[in-house]
T-cell receptor, first 110, second 114 residues
Framework: NAGVTQTPKFQVLKTGQSMTLQCAQDMNHNSMYWYRQDPGMGLRLIYYSASEGTTDKGEVPNGYNVSRLNKREFSLRLESAAPSQTSVYFC?????????FGSGTRLTVV | AQSVAQPEDQVNVAEGNPLTVKCTYSVSGNPYLFWYVQYPNRGLQFLLKYITGDNLVKGSYGFEAEFNKSQTSFHLKKPSALVSDSALYFCAVRVVWGANNLFFGTGTRLTVIP
């Protein structure tokens, strides 16, 4: 099925550990996004990529890095996880007025 | 700049009654507005969007929304609520420059009481 695939679905990290969240889309969309969802705050944009080879900061980029590996894949890296990064992370892709979201990664940093 | 306000954190409605989830927005230029629903431990599912044209937009699962330019509102409605409609609802506006991302409201939790 066409869509946005995120891995892993769940992850527990210790403070200071690193990890990469993976995202892939098969809809040939140029734009891809990483959001985080926190209770009472909706979804906030972390980073985005308007096209292959470009990335830019969103609203809450501190503590994160991203890589647009190719047109399909957009990864989010936490170099040194902190408890404040406990959240649900969503990847999305976009073309025209159609936005498709992945099923999310629930990350807990202890 | 853009903003989206969902003034109610929680909405409770009896099954079979009409429901409304409120959303107001502020954006430069033409507003492109969206509603998404999130069921527990799931991703976001698209309900409907307003881009242009008819102010009454019909979407998935019997939901509709009315775009009101003078009141800068885009309230989500359904004539008869189902228990299965209980979920978290997000209103969003498309950012018209830069990332072209969706900017989300804080969400409204809808509970339909049997």
């Amino acid at each position: 099925n066409a869509g946005v695939t995120q891995t892993p679905k769940f992850q527990v990290l210790k403070t200071g550990q690193s990890m990469t969240l993976q995202c892939a889309q098969d809809m040939n969309h140029n734009s891809m996004y990483w959001y985080r969802q926190d209770p009472g705050m909706g979804l906030r944009l972390i980073y985005y990529s308007a096209s292959e080879g470009t990335t830019d900061k969103g609203e809450v980029p501190n503590g994160y890095n991203v890589s647009r590996l190719n047109k399909r894949e957009f990864s989010l890296r936490l170099e040194s996880a902190a408890p404040s990064q406990t959240s649900v992370y969503f990847c999305a892709s976009h073309r025209d007025f159609g936005y498709t979201f992945g099923s999310g990664t629930r990350l807990t940093v202890v | 700049a853009q903003s989206v306000a969902q003034p109610e954190d929680q909405v409770n409605v009896a099954e079979g009654n009409p429901l409304t989830v409120k959303c107001t927005y502020s954006v430069s230029g033409n507003p492109y507005l969206f509603w998404y629903v999130q069921y527990p431990n799931r991703g976001l599912q698209f309900l409907l969007k307003y881009i242009t044209g008819d102010n009454l937009v019909k979407g998935s699962y019997g939901f509709e929304a009315e775009f009101n330019k003078s009141q800068t509102s885009f309230h989500l409605k359904k004539p008869s609520a189902l228990v299965s409609d209980s979920a978290l609802y997000f209103c969003a506006v498309r950012v018209v420059w830069g990332a072209n991302n969706l900017f989300f409201g804080t969400g409204t939790r809808l509970t339909v009481i049997p």
